[in-house]
Structures are given as structure tokens and as C-alpha cells.
């Protein structure tokens, strides 16, 4: 990215809101608007051929979504920085843009001063959030849930095994000499667990085992 200007292309189906947020960033020296877009595809298009340092997209949008054009951007391998600018408030579609990719989620109804600093905190590099939907992330991630059963996990019988394993206190040797498989193979098995289960370690993975498959499931 440059260091001293910022190249930005905004894409919104809004032209008086792509026009107020391209006023806005003329105010700042380090900010360089390069491109406008009003629909997805085109704006996608754009982002390919402009490959901006910095893309501010609309969420909602009447052919291609402001997420599948993040997509899209993230597919192409751009070193571009996204930031989704929408007006919903909806955690679910903060942690999908997130997960997507973004590297910051503002709502349109910021104040114009806030909006800049989150702008200036995008390009420096930082994940950029709105203050007011960090309650909401917080929530969405809670309401997250885990699988309860081996079916919901979706564990393959060999996964199982291995879980069993783990909960009996066994290493990934000794499970390896238990199954009769290299201990390379048991490390990919409890990684695969691990994420099929939503945990981040043999231990979680243990207790989980202990409270559901002792259970009965």
C-alpha cells in the first residue's frame, strides 16, 4: 500500500451516499478516491482492474451483495483492504463479513469524524468495527453454538475412536499404537476434531467427550 495516499473505491447503489462519503474523504490529503461503482458487478469489475488500497462496500445491494463481492475481491488475491459501510445493525452479518474477509464493518450513520478516524485506522492496517456493534459481535459469537453429538459433529468412526482416546488421558503416540497409525495421521484426526467440534484443544476436546459420549451418545 502507499504510504503516503490511500486509493479508494467506493461501491454503494446510494449515489447521494457515495457522493457525501467521496466529499468526505477530499477533506483528508491521504485519501485518494479512484473509482465509483453503484452496482456490485460493477463494482467487483472495478476493484479488479483499479486494485485500490482500500474499497468501501455496501452490504446490501441489488445484484451481487456487498459479501460476494468481498468474496469475489478475496478470490482475486487483491491487496486491497475492505471495508463494508451499511446500515444494518445485524450481528450476523457483521461476524459473515468478518469471517469473509472485511477488514472493518462502520455503519453509515457514524458521525463524519468518526467515520474518517475508522477510515484512517482501516488503511493504517487496523480491523475497523463501529462502537456501537461490539455488543452485538459479542453476542453473535455467543450464540454461537457447538455440536452436541457425534452426528451433529459430524465425526467419522475413525474421529470417534480417537476422541474416546483422547478422553481416556492417551497421547497422540499412544493412540497412534492403539489404532495402528502413524502419529502424523492422529495429529491430522485431532485437528479435523477440533474443528469439527468448535474447540480450540485436547483438553476442551476431552470434556466434551466425558459429557457427551460417556452420556450415551
Not at 446510494?14 to 467521496?22: N, W, Y
Not at 453503484?38 to 463494482?43: I, R, S
Not at 469475489?72 to 461476524?95: N, P, Q
Request: glycine residues 8%; contains cysteine; proline residues 2%.
Amino acid at each position: 500500500m502507499n504510504e503516503t495516499v490511500c486509493r479508494v473505491v467506493i461501491v454503494d447503489d446510494h449515489p447521494l451516499f457515495r457522493k457525501g462519503l467521496s466529499q468526505l474523504l477530499q477533506t483528508l490529503p491521504e485519501f485518494r478516491l479512484i473509482g465509483e461503482a453503484a452496482c456490485g458487478e460493477e463494482g467487483l469489475a472495478l476493484a479488479c482492474a483499479l486494485q485500490p488500497d482500500l474499497l468501501l462496500l455496501d452490504l446490501n445491494m441489488k445484484d451481487l451483495s456487498g459479501l460476494q463481492v468481498l468474496r469475489g475481491v478475496r478470490e482475486a488475491k487483491l491487496d486491497t483492504r475492505v471495508v463494508m459501510i451499511t446500515v444494518s445493525d445485524h450481528g450476523d452479518d457483521l461476524v459473515a463479513a468478518l469471517r469473509g474477509g472485511a477488514d472493518g464493518y462502520l455503519l453509515k450513520d457514524m458521525e463524519p469524524e468518526e467515520m474518517l478516524e475508522a477510515l484512517r485506522n482501516a488503511a493504517a492496517g487496523r480491523v475497523v468495527v463501529s462502537d456501537k456493534l461490539t455488543h452485538c459481535l459479542a453476542a453473535a459469537l455467543r450464540a454461537e453454538r457447538r455440536p452436541d453429538t457425534v452426528a451433529e459433529a459430524g465425526l467419522t468412526e475413525q474421529e470417534r475412536r480417537i476422541l474416546e482416546l483422547i478422553a481416556s488421558g492417551l497421547s497422540n503416540k499412544l493412540i497412534g499404537r492403539e489404532l495402528d497409525i502413524a502419529e502424523g495421521t492422529v495429529k491430522v484426526h485431532v485437528k479435523h476434531i477440533l474443528r469439527k467440534l468448535g474447540l480450540r484443544s485436547r483438553v476442551e476436546a476431552a470434556v466434551w467427550a466425558v459429557e457427551r459420549l460417556r452420556a450415551g451418545d
